[in-house]
């Protein structure tokens, strides 16, 4: 289904932020670009001395003394046929993953893929030729299931150019975001909340937590970006719920 466009486009930055991204060197040493934690990894039950990895500097740099320590498992989201009717009304979707995106304030049209999580645990981010596109954390429900489903992307790229979301902090309360799916249908959500979040305190039980409708959270870096560290100090968090299905 279609939106209308926006009358005024928002502004744009007037300055190129720094990459949320580090170098990283894979087979037979090439050399791209890929964000480390770009994104909290879900919460999960803690193992005895168990830490999440500080993230990786940029190269040349010292790596931070904090680690975060991973939060309790929360309380796995009611399967739909349990829940009651969210307050808009909408009612929740089967399972069928997102293929595309789409958020018209910020000019936002993107393919959506499915990453998961690395060996350590921690949410994977699009890397190569799929670097510049939206990813579906597919641990969390599809987008219209009763839940929190989790899009990322990339704020910025190889030599500091624009990523997919470079401008997601832009996005107001009352916007609209558009999810393509497997199924054929699309699932509309509004947003209800945009949040500026230090890396260092994550939220992730509002991120990943049970809700008892279908939501969606995206997210990508922002904030100051700290040279020392080679990071963004912030996430940007837009959460929505489903208003048309």
């Known amino acids: ?136 954390y597919d641990g969390s429900p599809t987008p219209g299931e009763v839940g929190p489903a989790v899009l990322e992307g990339h704020v910025t790229g190889t030599g500091y150019a624009p990523s997919v979301f470079f401008e997601l902090g832009n996005t107001r309360k009352g916007d609209l975001i558009e999810v393509d799916r497997a199924d054929g249908t699309t699932a509309t959500f509004e947003v209800t909340e945009v949040k500026s979040s230090p890396k260092d305190d994550f939220p992730r039980i509002d991120v990943y937590g049970a809700t008892d409708g279908p939501e969606l959270r995206v997210i990508t870096c922002g904030g100051t970006f700290d040279q020392a560290a080679g990071r963004h100090l912030n996430n940007v968090i837009v959460f929505a719920e489903l208003v048309q299905a």
């Open 1 to 136: 289904m279609g939106l209308g466009q926006h009358s005024v486009r928002r502004r744009r930055h007037t300055v190129v932020v720094a990459a949320c991204a580090v170098l990283i060197v894979v087979g037979g040493g090439a050399v791209t670009w890929a964000a480390t934690q770009q994104v909290e990894s879900p919460p999960a039950p803690p193992a005895a001395g168990s830490t999440t990895p500080a993230e990786s500097p940029a190269p040349g740099v010292a790596p931070e003394d904090a680690a975060t320590q991973r939060p309790a498992e929360p309380s796995a989201p009611k399967p739909a046929a349990e829940s009651s009717s969210p307050a808009s009304g909408v009612q929740p979707l089967p399972a069928s993953p997102p293929v595309a995106v789409r958020i018209p304030g910020i000019d936002v049209e993107s393919p959506v893929h499915g990453l998961g999580l690395d060996a350590e645990g921690k949410l994977q981010v699009p890397t190569g030729e799929r670097y510049n596109e939206v990813a579906w």
